[in-house]
């Protein structure tokens, strides 16, 4: 069994992904994909349960949303599971039910607000949770350390329901598949993006208007993050372009475009003074050697030379995208360790 959970702050674009199907599926799609593998495309999901909750995307939204108020210091009030069997395993509609209960449990949602989904257009059996962090009493349940407890809950419910024990994603992969180096796809379409639209613009107003076009919306205050088709969140950071970054690039870019236009005034200059008299075929080659020699001595030249080269580094950020959970990175733990020590100094 496979376990994912993630924090957010739209309870309605979880709740609509958890509950519609997928957007870019025309409804012939859906039928061709239905008849080719026997899934069902359309109408995907069906609800196993409700908590504490009834009614619409839209009227589910609101209510999660209206327990949300309740804590003013929890800023994304969203819990999203998922669980997944592996490939040939099935348990019955109760049992994904119990499944989905006990997940809320060992995340201390069971009281509050949740909803449980069974997806059926895979051919591995999954289901997806929707919960509110913050109960019904105001009180918020806790995030942490929720890679570690996501992967306990799992083997348990493994042990529980004598399923097979799954300890990556990339066990549901084809055997050469699990050779790729794994990358986190939506993140590097992000970073490709960035970069090509930071090559075509020169002010970050056509920068935005850009990345809205390529479908993404950008969020920009003391830093930038970008939301994309799917409502992912991508701070910029994270893909190697940080505001400070895409600000220099483009402040760079503008004083390049100045540089550059100033060296061709200054190529017309030279022109203009040494043809002034009429020349004879033979001598426009001469000509033409002596402005280039005269444009090669232009101070302008190592200025344009040097903006070009810092430009091209900072257009290659050096970025990995390992889909190792955060908090198995050496900066995960360390960030575990200072919360787990400011806990303790304050019982």
Same mark, same amino acid.
């Given at each position: 069994?496979?376990?994912?959970?993630?924090?957010?702050?739209?309870?309605?674009?979880?709740?609509?992904?958890?509950?519609?199907?997928?957007?870019?599926?025309?409804?012939?799609?859906?039928?061709?994909?239905?008849?080719?593998?026997?899934?069902?495309?359309?109408?995907?999901?069906?609800?196993?349960? !409700?908590?504490?909750?009834?009614?619409?995307?839209?009227?589910?939204?609101?209510?999660?949303?209206?327990?949300?108020?309740?804590?003013?210091?929890?800023?994304?009030?969203?819990?999203?599971?998922?669980?997944?069997?592996?490939?040939?395993?099935?348990?019955?509609?109760?049992?994904?039910?119990?499944?989905?209960?006990?997940?809320?449990?060992?995340?201390?949602?069971?009281?509050?607000? !949740?909803?449980?989904?069974?997806?059926?257009?895979?051919s591995e059996q999954h289901i997806h949770i929707v919960a509110n962090r913050v109960g019904?009493?105001?009180?918020?349940?806790?995030?942490?350390?929720?890679?570690?407890?996501?992967?306990?809950?799992?083997?348990?419910?493994?042990?529980? !329901?004598?399923?097979?024990?799954?300890?990556?994603?990339?066990?549901?992969?084809?055997?050469?598949?699990?050779?790729?180096?794994?990358?986190?796809?939506?993140?590097?379409?992000?970073?490709?993006?960035? *970069?090509?639209?930071?090559?075509?613009?020169?002010?970050?107003?056509?920068?935005?208007? *850009?990345?809205?076009?390529?479908?993404?919306?950008?969020?920009?205050?003391?830093?930038?993050?970008?939301?994309?088709?799917?409502?992912?969140?991508?701070?910029?950071?994270?893909?190697?372009?940080?505001?400070?970054?895409?600000?220099?690039?483009?402040?760079?870019?503008?004083?390049?475009?100045?540089?550059?236009?100033?060296?061709?005034?200054?190529?017309?200059?030279?022109? *203009?003074?040494?043809?002034?008299?009429?020349?004879?075929?033979?001598?426009?080659?001469?000509?033409?050697?002596?402005?280039?020699?005269?444009?090669?001595?232009?101070?302008?030249?190592?200025?344009?030379?040097?903006?070009?080269?810092?430009?091209?580094?900072?257009?290659?950020?050096?970025?990995?995208?390992?889909?190792?959970?955060?908090?198995?990175?050496?900066?995960?733990?360390?960030?575990?360790?200072?919360?787990?020590?400011?806990?303790?100094?304050?019982?």
């Amino acid at each position: 069994m496979i376990g994912y959970i993630g924090t957010g702050s739209s309870f309605l674009g979880c709740i609509q992904y958890c509950l519609n199907d997928k957007k870019e599926l025309s409804n012939k799609q859906k039928a061709d994909l239905s008849q080719k593998d026997g899934l069902q495309h359309h109408g995907r999901a069906e609800i196993l349960s !409700y908590n504490q909750c009834f009614g619409t995307p839209q009227e589910l939204a609101q209510q999660f949303r209206d327990v949300a108020k309740l804590s003013k210091r929890v800023e994304k009030p969203v819990f999203h599971f998922s669980l997944r069997l592996a490939p040939g395993e099935s348990l019955s509609r109760n049992q994904l039910e119990e499944i989905g209960y006990e997940c809320a449990k060992e995340f201390r949602v069971a009281d509050n607000q !949740y909803i449980c989904v069974l997806h059926k257009d895979t051919s591995e059996q999954h289901i997806h949770i929707v919960a509110n962090r913050v109960g019904l009493d105001g009180k918020a349940a806790s995030d942490s350390n929720s890679y570690k407890r996501m992967a306990a809950l799992c083997r348990r419910l493994e042990k529980q !329901y004598q399923l097979r024990e799954v300890l990556s994603p990339r066990a549901f992969l084809a055997p050469n598949e699990r050779l790729l180096p794994r990358n986190d796809s939506r993140r590097i379409q992000l970073q490709k993006d960035i *970069r090509q639209t930071l090559i075509d613009v020169n002010s970050f107003d056509q920068f935005t208007e *850009r990345m809205k076009e390529l479908g993404y919306t950008v969020l920009k205050s003391r830093g930038i993050a970008f939301i994309d088709s799917k409502k992912v969140k991508i701070k910029g950071s994270e893909v190697g372009f940080s505001l400070s970054r895409i600000e220099h690039i483009l402040n760079l870019k503008q004083k390049l475009e100045t540089n550059v236009k100033e060296l061709e005034i200054y190529k017309q200059d030279i022109e *203009r003074d040494i043809r002034r008299k009429p020349v004879i075929a033979t001598q426009k080659l001469l000509l033409d050697n002596r402005v280039h020699a005269l444009m090669v001595c232009s101070p302008l030249v190592p200025i344009i030379i040097q903006i070009a080269s810092v430009l091209n580094e900072l257009l290659r950020p050096e970025v990995s995208f390992n889909l190792l959970p955060y908090e198995l990175t050496a900066e995960g733990y360390q960030r575990r360790k200072k919360k787990e020590k400011r806990k303790a100094q304050h019982r």
